[in-house]
Each structure stands twice: as C-alpha cells, then as structure tokens.
C-alpha cells in the first residue's frame, strides 16, 4: 500500500507560480509517478509523469511552463508551475504505481485568476 499527500495547491492570479508536492508513505524509488489534474464538469488528464530512472512526459498544453522532479530522500514529487493561465484551474491529483498497482492522492485545488 502506498499513501499520497498533495500539497501546495492554492489561489494565484494568472502569469504566477505555484509548486505542488506529494509526499509518499515509502520509498519511490521503483515507481513510476505522476501529476493528473480534473477541471470541473472535465475528465481527469495526465499533466505530468516521472519514471523511477526520471525520465519526464508532459501533456502538450503544460510544456515549457510545468516541471516534474522528485526527491528520492523525501518520497516526494514536485510539479513546479510557472505562467500559469486561468484554465490550469482544476484540482490536481497524485498517482504511483508500484508493482501493478495504482495509487491516489487525495487533491490540491489550483485556481489561477483572470
């Protein structure tokens, strides 16, 4: 069993800046992890992923703005943003998964103002 906690999600107006973390309850060393955010009245989408050898994905819309990293030391992942747009609005979500299994954090709100 895995256990995410997000964190860092909050209010800021467009063009801003905001760094996600979630902290896991073991060692993420042999998981593969990654960010998913879900817009109200939207589907759930991948923003972000980071392999156990940290090689990085990002969604189209996210490129060049967003950055994923972890920190093996702390069992945690960060998504920083940067330039953030008023439809980077959603609540965003951790996901491991770890020996076939799939994880989920619980959700930070972002909410970037126009």
């Known amino acids: 069993q895995v256990q995410l906690v997000e964190s860092g999600g909050g209010l800021v107006q467009a063009g801003g800046s905001l760094r996600l973390s979630c902290a896991a309850s073991?060692?993420?060393?042999?998981?593969?992890m990654g960010w998913y955010r879900q817009a109200p009245g939207k589907q759930r989408e991948a923003v972000a992923s980071?392999?156990?050898?940290?090689?990085?994905n990002y969604a189209d819309s996210v490129k060049g703005r967003f950055s994923i990293s972890r920190d093996g030391a702390k069992n945690t992942i960060y998504l920083q943003m940067s330039s953030l747009k008023p439809e980077d609005t959603a609540v965003y979500y951790c996901?491991?998964?770890?020996?076939?299994?799939?994880?989920w954090g619980q959700g930070t709100q972002v909410t970037v103002s126009s």
């Open positions: 073991r060692s993420i060393g042999s998981m593969f």
């Open positions: 996901k491991a998964r770890w020996w076939g299994s799939e994880y």
């Open positions: 980071i392999t156990s050898t940290e090689d990085t």
